[in-house]
């Protein structure tokens, strides 16, 4: 079982920046590819960005390249969504997620409970 806590969320201004933590527990983090997925009011949830067990390969949704980062730190079981430059259209709970194994492909096995973050324009 791997429980995941995001934190980090709330209201910025056009152009501002955010940076997501998604805590994880357990002793087998390095284990997990991770993910972070966001759902707007009225919309489905989608992808955001990824990061493999390692750190050493990322995926990035396209609306987001150039103005968010990911990334790991495997010895503190955390992961991190650094976002820059925030229009308004990135309003969203935004989510961590977890997924067994080397790739961060496919269904994701557990999920936080997310955190809000507003754009104001």
């Known amino acids: 079982q791997v429980q995941l806590v995001e934190s980090g969320g709330g209201l910025v201004q056009t152009g501002g920046s955010l940076r997501l933590s998604c805590a994880a527990s357990?002793?087998?983090?390095?284990?997990?590819?991770m993910g972070w997925f966001r759902q707007a009011p009225g919309k489905e949830r989608e992808f955001v960005a990824a990061i493999n067990w390692s750190g050493s390969i990322t995926s990035y949704a396209d609306f987001v390249k150039g103005r968010f980062t990911i990334s790991r730190d495997n010895a503190k079981n955390t992961v991190s969504l650094q976002m820059n430059s925030l229009k308004p259209e990135d309003t969203a709970v935004y989510y961590c997620?977890?997924?067994?194994?080397?790739?961060?492909?496919?269904?994701?096995?557990?999920w936080g409970q997310g955190t809000q973050v507003t754009v104001s324009s």
């Open positions: 997620a977890a997924k067994y194994g080397a790739s961060f492909n496919g269904g994701y096995d557990y």
């Open positions: 357990g002793r087998t983090f390095s284990s997990y590819g």
